[in-house]
Structure formats: structure tokens, C-alpha cells
């Protein structure tokens, strides 16, 4: 079974912290792609970044990067100097090879960005 | 520009009152999918349709059916509606398959009275 954990439901900082958002993820598939996304108020989720299975290089860009460590099947994501415009719910979701329609979400951790 | 439109953007109906949500996107996109997402929850998948091959998730009730006429519209319907259903009913496409890049529209909050 597929499963993906996001363990923090709510993060609250102050304009130009940095944050890290925590995705843990389950598959017995060897051929994976993990992806970002991000909800605002508005509610469109808007994607962020996609990542497979066999590539850990982490990736940044500007203020975001993604740390992807297959030992630990995790793929966090740190936005560094955050802003009010940052405040959203951001979704950590999965897709295996097998099953290729469908994307399984976790539970989403909301982050407010206070000025 | 909006490339997946969902319409209406909030949608109130009655118990048990048929109601139909709509999906148009301008991608051209194989595959349009159908959302289902509860305050505070994860978005859940109800069913996709790849092309105009239907494919149904094993848990989605009876209740919510869904047509494709064309490639760029998708429906979904819900014959009687209960209060449990309320929530934000999501659309999205992708080209060919879920491990692309999904594009969402801005949804359709139903409430059921």
C-alpha cells in the first residue's frame, strides 16, 4: 500500500524565518515520483515540483528547496526568508508506476506566514 | 489565464436535490480528474476518466456519477445529496498520466441543506 505522512497539520512563523515542511512517504514500488503542492485561499492547488524515484539530487528554486533521501523516504521542502504571500496549505503527494492515475495525498500542513 | 474553469465557484443545494458540477479545461489534456476534498482533509480521488475510458475509485459511492461529452468538458453529477457531501469538489487534468503534472481548477464548494 501507498501511504504519504505529513506529521505537522499547522506551522506558524514570522516573515523571514526559515520553514521546513515534512513528508514521509510508503511504497514497496521501486519506480515512484513524489510531487509538491500548494494550496492558497483562493483553493486551486498549484504544483510545485515533481521528483522520481531514482533521482535524489535535491533541487532549489529562489526561495525553495527539496531535500529527497530515499534512506529515509522522505522528501521535505524549506522555504527559506518565508512571506505572508507563502501562507497556504501545502500538499506532499505520491504516484507509483503501477497505478499511474492516481496521486495520493497526505493531509497537508497549513502554514501562516504572520508579517 | 485560467486553463481548468470550474463553474459554479460556490453551489448550495438541498437534500437529496440532484446537482450537477462542471469542469472545462483549455489544454487539450488526455486525462480529467474529479476531487473530492472535506475541510482540513486531503483532496481524495472519486474517479478520472482517461480519454473517454471511465475508471472508477473502488470507494466511490453510487451517488456521484460523472460524464465526459467532449475532451475538454467533464461533469460530475450527484443524484441525491447528502449532507455528508458537502465539500470542495476538485478538477483536474494532466496530459497523459498522475505522475505528470497535474493542473487544477479553483473548485466548487457544494453545501447541502
Known amino acids: 500500500a501507498q501511504k504519504v505522512t505529513q506529521a505537522q497539520t499547522e506551522i506558524s512563523v514570522v516573515e523571514k524565518e526559515d520553514v521546513t515542511l515534512d513528508c514521509v512517504y510508503e511504497t514497496r514500488d521501486t519506480t515512484y515520483y513524489l510531487f509538491w503542492y500548494k494550496q492558497p485561499p483562493s483553493g486551486e492547488l498549484v504544483f510545485l515540483i515533481r521528483r522520481n524515484s531514482f533521482d535524489e539530487q535535491n533541487e532549489i528554486s529562489g526561495r525553495y528547496s527539496w531535500n529527497f533521501q530515499k534512506s529515509t523516504s522522505s522528501f521535505n521542502f524549506t522555504i527559506t526568508a518565508s512571506q505572508v504571500v507563502d501562507s497556504a496549505v501545502y500538499f506532499c503527494?505520491?504516484?507509483?508506476?503501477?497505478?499511474?492515475?492516481?496521486?495520493?495525498f497526505g493531509t497537508g500542513t497549513r502554514l501562516q506566514v504572520f508579517p | 489565464d485560467a486553463m481548468v474553469i470550474q463553474n459554479p465557484r460556490y453551489q448550495v443545494t438541498q437534500f437529496g436535490k440532484p446537482v450537477t458540477l462542471s469542469c472545462s479545461q483549455t489544454?487539450?489534456?488526455?486525462?480529467m480528474y474529479w476531487y473530492q476534498q472535506k475541510s482540513s482533509q486531503a483532496p481524495k480521488l472519486l474517479f478520472h476518466y482517461y480519454d473517454k475510458d471511465f475508471n472508477n475509485e473502488a470507494d466511490t459511492p453510487d451517488n456521484f456519477q460523472s460524464r465526459r461529452p467532449n475532451t475538454s468538458f467533464c461533469f460530475l453529477d450527484i443524484r441525491s445529496p447528502g449532507l455528508g457531501d458537502a465539500a470542495m469538489y476538485l478538477c483536474?487534468?494532466?496530459?497523459?498520466?498522475?505522475?505528470?503534472?497535474?493542473?487544477f481548477g479553483s473548485g466548487t464548494q457544494l453545501s447541502v441543506l
Open positions: 489544454l487539450n489534456h488526455n486525462v
Open positions: 503527494a505520491l504516484s507509483v508506476v503501477y497505478n499511474t492515475d492516481k496521486l495520493i
Open positions: 483536474a487534468t494532466s496530459r497523459d498520466r498522475a505522475i505528470e503534472k497535474l493542473f
